[in-house]
């Protein structure tokens, strides 16, 4: 029986087994930001400890980072966070791409872009997005705090072995449907805790059609759907993607490629679980509640509690609803919105930007919607204004931001007030999760958030732009 | 480095009620502004505690009088799902609580706790069910969570089988929850292991 890239990664690193039972599993790449590093660094101070393989982290400031006037936070706390960044950087020689550097930006969109994350390695990060990096073919897990001190100290931490799911989808994507549409439906599929104890391989036709920037987005919600974590096997597409960026060695190219590859799945690869979708099934997708796993078609109507199957299901309806103030059982599309955001770690790289522009350009966002664009990174902020698409989101009545984690979560200027509700690219539609405790989020791709922007309501991007089906 | 051997955690419980709480519930993202974990304590489960817009009280159980000084959390299915921070089972343990029972948890959330030596075990729902019930009766019920002989009890004459992953129960009961000084001890063995990987 051969093996799942999961099992080839997981024993290539594996240091021993712990008294506990656990593995003690090596992290080649340690990737660090300003919100979960200092408990860490403060840490290992007090246990005099210091970092085993500098050379093995790499920092970025994202969460804290204002979206206009990057490198001047009027709040104290998130300049003391960015200070403190800078000094354990310097106290520990790791490098930092700090605001002047032109490389900052949200870690899981540096880490790609530097060519740092990389097929058949391991990376943590103190970050429940680190998923987002299986899009390579790397293992790439979310950690506390105290196991990024762990993997300062040792370059190593304590883990339990996953259970591999792979999740094929065959077929080929309706026009107007994206990769963000595939992440929502699979959740809406297998639940939102239904991934507890597994890694998700991604396989299959349409995963094989998608870029690299597509895949990023599907296996950064690896962890909404409950899995530690998600990738797609390394193939002819990742390779080409990281030649020549930074952080890869291009000393000998083609052994390079020759390992790389050599981590994929085997075709005969032992799983624990195939989950087998049709890609003619998924619509653009869009969240109605309060849990990513709260997602319907555009087309459909949002749930109705007295419809639920069972009381568990009738009381989560309720709760969602009672938060988000959406009447039961009417269409999700044409639900009022306030705020347009189009950025996050899901869906704020330079594909994002320039196939939503390809829409947005000569259309206006509606009178009272307030609507952002953040690039993910410095550098996807350089590259849409060298294309000229920052112009065409302006011109639209979107304000054109710095790069950062900006609207996704609420630790810098830009949050929701009040009740608002957002039509959001970004992944987490919790509770509170964009800044006010009764903001209210709906999940979509870029594309149907400019839809939304422009029509200032829940919109299907493919009737308000005019995306046909392609002749057969 | 000796840790304290946690093979039993009793106390008064507290039920908070629904699924899916998420780690942006038990700590808002406004208050992960701090570069140390102190104070983190007051902010649990703020915006639920607080209403939004009167700053009130609201009704949540925290705000109980009946459950103060609870040190169990008693809470539902796929409890502490999100986010990786720390900062969740962080403020959980700063606000006075010393194990988690619930359905499920999420993984980040579980390793996190196991870490910090906050026990989180399993038990069916309605053994939850009846712990609720029991602690609504009397606040005054204590809970007892017995790593070695798998169990919850209760001073209402209540015993349930609990579910725990095997190697955090060994880690807590053996007094080895924080791995470091053992992650620490192979230091040769992670040497080979970088020397044997291409990108390291
Ligand atoms: S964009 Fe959002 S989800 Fe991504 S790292 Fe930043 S805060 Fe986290």
Redesign the pocket.
Known sequence: MGKSLYQKVWEAHAVGTLADGRTQLFIGTHLIHEVTSPQAFGMLRDLGLSVKFPARTFATI??IVPTINQDAPADPLAAEMMQALRQNADDFGITYFDLASGKQG???VVGPEQGITQPGTTIACG?S?TATHGAFGAIAFGIGTTQVRDVLATQTMAMEPLKVRRIEVNGRLRPGVYAKDVTLHIIRKLGAKGGIGFAYEYAGEVFDAMSMEERMTVCNMAIEGGARCGYVNPDQKTCDYLKGRPYVDMSDWDATVARWLSFASDADAHYDDIVRIDAAEIEPTVTWGISPDHGIAVSECIPDPAAAATAGEKATIEEALAYMKLPAGTPIKGVRIDVAFIG??TNGRLSDFRETARFLKGRKVAAGVKAIAVPGSQIVAIQCEQEGIDKIFEEAGFEWRGAG?SM??AMNPDKLIGDQICASS???NFKGRQGSPTGRTILMSPVMVAAAAVMGAVADAREVFEIAEAAA | MALEKITQVSGRGIFVPGADIDTDRIIPARFMKCVTFDGLGEFAFYDVRFDPTTGEKTEHPLNDDRFKGASILIAGVNFGCGSSREHAPQSLSKYGFKAVIAESFAEIFFGNSTTLGMPCVTLDAAAIATLRDAIEADPAVTITIDLVAKQVSSSAGHCFPLNIVESARDALVAGRWDPIGELLDHTPQIEATAARLHYV
């Open positions: 994202d969460h949200i870690v899981h970050d997005h996050s770690c984690c996704c979560l970004s992944n987490r």
